[in-house]
T-cell receptor, first 115, second 116 residues
Framework: KAGVTQTPRYLIKTRGQQVTLSCSPISGHRSVSWYQQTPGQGLQFLFEYFSETQRNKGNFPGRFSGRQFSNSRSEMNVSTLELGDSALYLC??????????????FGAGTRLSVL | GNSVTQMEGPVTLSEEAFLTINCTYT??????LFWYVQYPGEGLQLLLK?????DKGSNKGFEATYRKETTSFHLEKGSVQVSDSAVYFCALSDLEAQGGSEKLVFGKGTKLTVNP
């Protein structure tokens, strides 16, 4: 069974640009979550989607957005990039919804560098 | 809010040494607890988990026990190998969100280096 696939693996952008990252979850998984990893802040939750609906959102500005498609694939978008957006963006998928029984499986991440 | 505190290291050990990485948490309710491992240039891999008090998670020689009385989930391995060199993250599942959503709350990570 294929794991969580994130594309692209690496991105270089300049300040003010926008970027779209893609995530394909494990087959059958309907929940997709996104996390930002930086040396200073560690791993921080961005948002979670289930059945094409955003159910939870972390403490990030509105420049960060996402969506989920009917096949559970997800994209996240960052507009008006800032230097501080440079990070590893991780996507995770899980099989069931809620109740503390979920296991989140992570992709390899997309490394975004903002120059 | 819920939070996880783990020793930040870095931790440097010789091969076959005993490993302990401390992790304590603050949470309402009874979250599931996890240890994830991140090898250089890769994403996170689930190492082990525990879903209720006194559960012991184990995998690849690593163990951790869910201790509700001390709100801890310390990671241990009796004999580390060079291949165990990685960053280890303790995490809990935050059940406070509405609508059945849950997110992972992570500790800062502990970098482990094992020398031959």
């Amino acid at each position: 069974k294929a794991g969580v696939t994130q594309t692209p693996r690496y991105l270089i952008k300049t300040r003010g640009q926008q970027v779209t990252l893609s995530c394909s979850p494990i087959s059958g998984h309907r929940s997709v979550s996104w996390y930002q990893q930086t040396p200073g802040q560690g791993l921080q939750f961005l948002f979670e989607y289930f059945s094409e609906t955003q159910r939870n959102k972390g403490n990030f500005p509105g420049r960060f957005s996402g969506r989920q498609f009917s096949n559970s694939r997800s994209e996240m978008n960052v507009s008006t990039l800032e230097l501080g957006d440079s990070a590893l963006y991780l996507c995770a998928s899980s099989l069931l919804a809620g109740m503390g029984k979920n296991i989140q499986y992570f992709g390899a991440g997309t490394r975004l560098s903002v120059l | 809010g819920n939070s996880v505190t783990q020793m930040e290291g870095p931790v440097t050990l010789s091969e076959e040494a005993f490993l302990t990485i401390n992790c304590t948490y603050t949470a309402t309710g009874y979250p599931s607890l996890f240890w994830y491992v991140q090898y250089p240039g890769e994403g996170l891999q689930l190492l082990l988990k525990a879903t209720k008090a006194d559960d012991k998670g184990s995998n690849k020689g690593f163990e951790a026990t869910y201790r509700k009385e001390t709100t801890s989930f310390h990671l241990e391995k009796g004999s580390v190998q060079v291949s165990d060199s990685a960053v280890y993250f303790c995490a809990l599942s935050d059940l406070e969100a509405q609508g059945g959503s849950e997110k992972l709350v992570f500790g800062k990570g502990t970098k482990l280096t094992v020398n031959p």
